[in-house]
């Protein structure tokens, strides 16, 4: 009988989720605005299309912010980056429903396209999210 100690190997995570995170659901969210600008601009108007770029840049910043504030945060203790990821959320929902609530939007935005870019952008965002969460955990928790 032999005696070797079984190892566990550990897969090689990388430094940080926060930036890959923020790459895979940009570009799954800048896709699914394009789509919509091209589509609405040949179907309905450019006020239209422009209305829902506004809404998708709103949508992409709002959530790109959290992902950089989790980064930094991260970046000082790796204990903080969720803490402070759900933090800047909570913030940043108080903060848009004041702006739009108190600011209003433009003239010019089409309220139509306004949402339904929004709702379209928001949710290839989080496709993107969810997935490259998904990676990061298989990158850290490699059992293979």
């Given at each position: 009988m032999a005696s070797s100690s079984a190892r566990i190997s550990t897969s090689s995570a990388p430094n940080s989720i926060w930036l890959p995170i923020l790459a895979l659901s940009l570009v799954y969210s800048l896709i699914a605005t394009a789509a919509f600008f091209l589509i609405s601009?040949?179907?309905?108007d450019l006020r239209y299309a422009l209305s829902g770029a506004l809404a998708a840049g709103v949508v992409i910043g709002f959530?790109?912010?959290g992902i950089l504030i989790a980064e930094a945060a991260g970046r000082i203790r790796r204990s903080w980056a969720m803490p402070a990821f759900l933090g800047a959320y909570v913030i940043k929902v108080f903060g848009i429903?004041?702006?739009?609530?108190n600011l209003g939007l433009p003239e010019w935005v089409n309220r139509q396209g306004f949402v339904l870019a929004?709702?379209?952008?928001l949710v290839a965002w989080q496709v993107g999210e969810v997935r490259a969460f998904m990676k990061a955990?298989?990158?850290i928790y490699n059992e293979d």
């Open positions: 601009w040949l179907f309905a959530f790109a912010i429903a004041f702006v739009l609530l929004a709702a379209i952008s955990r298989l990158a």
